[in-house]
């Protein structure tokens, strides 16, 4: 069994940062993609940032210039580097990791919550 999981959240000021981590546990699995998503009251769950094993990235516009997604070495850890916190980052952040292998398969962490104050 494979678990994500995710630390690092909290409650930040404007203008500050938090560091996001997420660790794969169980046996020992290679993944493709790893990525961040996020789900605010009320919205649906949207992707914050991807990174692929190759080091491809892609972040949403909303987050561009302000967000840095890092995996560790071993490539089953994934960072979120959160700067320049706004109130509308405030959510729920979610780990994601989706396997080479054919068929894939995706798993979730169980989310942390990040609070962002005005």
Known sequence: QVQL???GGGLVQAGGSLRLACAASGRSLSFNHMAWYRQAPGKQRELVAVMTSAGTTNYADSVKGRFT???????NTVHLQMNSLKPEDTAVYFCNAVTMSVPSTTYWGQGTRVTVSS
Do not use: A, H
């Open 69 to 75: 997604i890092s995996r560790g070495n071993g490539m």
């Open 5 to 7: 999981v995710e630390s």
